[in-house]
């Protein structure tokens, strides 16, 4: 496949089916060679769309290898691998994660399919949830506004000098989407726990787990206005005081920006800068503050706060869930497999005809140059005095104007002579 991607630029999906299913044979030191390939087949025709059978046989290889590591790297690297599991092969990358007890890791493949947006499977929701919230409760850092020593923030903006200026046609300012930009953890966690919620509906897990994720999230307005709509609607435990208390935590925490700081010029934003946007202003935190101390008293007043533990409460409801579905999914699973076996047949019986194909027409071709070859030897004693008239008949080109030498001279002379003496034979 290497030499085919060097010497031709393409290679066929086939080739790139069966290696995905051969990487258990491959040694640890070739992972960077299997990379290039990779690379190289995700700029070829017939990457898009990338089968499943290959996302999947890399990942369960890789694995079975123990190279989650190098795995993972490849997985959050989209643009450059491609690899896009379907739920079968993130439910298996969790499974791994959860039996190792690698709960970030683990958490790190339900932000996959946060980014994704989609949590219509079944087990990739229950899986997603319970990673998630072990996650959270037992080894997750709050480190979203940890501030880290970086060589350029100790430039000063104002000492041109120490900045290298270089010259660009075009411009333009980092944008921050708010979903593919997010590197921070916390943000990651948070926002994937409250899509979990949306999924989860309007119950008391659901509301919990939505209050829990814009807290970690930081967008405190709309988890105190989702908390006033629920707080009004009467319903008897809106929410879990565990997520009350983890919105206090973060909201005291929240780091603040000055409103009235000046904009940088546009050339020297930067990503961090679009980030500190959404931070609140102190004035936008002390409303906060006191809109929360206001809500949680109501909430206290009226009985509408849960003493459930959210990991229990959890933990209970995947276990119960995962029995209903465990089984129809793992049948699904084996004809999945059958079915990649079947297609993987039939694509390398087409590539077999098309190479036997090949090889047939290049045989055929070679065959008719060699018999033209012979016809043109057989047809020259017939044609003799024909190809004599046209080389006599043929005008001479001209020789380029240059300094020849002393042979090169005698030889033209001789020439002429000779081309003379056989014009006067045949016009005797």
């Not at 070739?30 to 990942?59: C, N, T, W």
């Not at 994720?213 to 405190?220: H, Q, R």
Request: charged share 35%; with cysteine; net charge negative.
């Amino acid at each position: 496949m290497y030499t085919k991607f060097d010497n031709q630029g393409f290679s066929s999906l086939i080739d790139m089916d069966i290696l995905a299913n051969k990487v258990q044979t491959m040694h640890k030191r070739d992972h960077e060679y299997l990379q290039r390939i990779m690379k190289m087949f995700r700029q070829s025709r017939d990457a898009f769309p990338i089968r499943d059978s290959i996302v999947h046989g890399i990942v369960r290889n890789y694995l079975d290898k123990g190279m989650d590591k190098e795995l993972m790297q490849m997985l959050q690297d989209r643009k450059t691998f491609g690899l896009f599991p379907d739920p079968y092969t993130f439910n298996l990358l969790m499974d791994h994660f959860l039996r190792l007890e690698q709960y970030p890791e683990a958490a790190k493949v339900a932000y996959e399919l946060m980014v994704q947006e989609d949590f219509s499977d079944q087990l990739n929701f229950l899986l997603s949830l319970y990673t998630c919230t072990k996650h959270l409760t037992q080894t997750a850092i709050m480190d979203a506004h940890i501030k880290t020593e970086d060589p350029e923030d100790e430039i000063d903006d104002d000492d041109d000098d120490n900045i290298e200026w270089v010259a660009v046609k075009v411009f333009q300012a980092p944008h921050y989407d708010d979903h593919f930009d997010i590197q921070c953890d916390q943000y990651k966690l948070g926002k994937t726990l409250y899509m979990l919620g949306c999924v989860q509906g309007e119950g008391l897990l659901g509301r919990t787990l939505q209050i829990t994720g814009l807290a970690l999230y930081n967008k405190f307005d709309k988890a105190l206005s989702l908390l006033t709509q629920w707080q009004k609607s009467g319903e008897k435990q809106v929410v879990m005081e565990e997520a009350m208390n983890k919105l206090k935590e973060l909201l005291d925490e929240a780091p603040t920006r000055d409103p009235d700081a000046p904009e940088k010029e546009y050339t020297r934003r930067t990503l961090k800068d679009s980030i500190l946007k959404g931070n609140l202003t102190p004035e936008e935190k002390e409303n906060c503050t006191k809109k929360l101390e206001v809500l949680s008293k109501k909430l206290e007043k009226d009985a509408q706060l849960s003493s459930d533990s959210l990991w229990t409460t959890v933990n209970t409801f995947v276990t119960e869930k995962l029995r209903n579905c465990e089984q129809a999914d793992m049948d699904n699973y084996v004809k999945r497999l059958e079915s990649w076996e079947g297609e993987r047949k039939v694509m390398f019986d087409q590539q077999v005809e098309e190479y036997l194909r090949s090889e047939k027409i290049e045989e055929i071709s070679q065959k008719l140059a060699e018999l033209q070859e012979k016809e043109e030897i057989l047809k020259f004693f017939e044609n003799k005095q024909q190809i004599k008239r046209a080389f006599i008949k043929a005008p001479w080109e001209k020789e380029e104007e240059r300094e020849l030498t002393l042979d090169e001279l005698e030889e033209k002379e001789r020439n002429k002579k000779n081309r003379k003496s056989v014009l006067f034979r045949r016009r005797r």
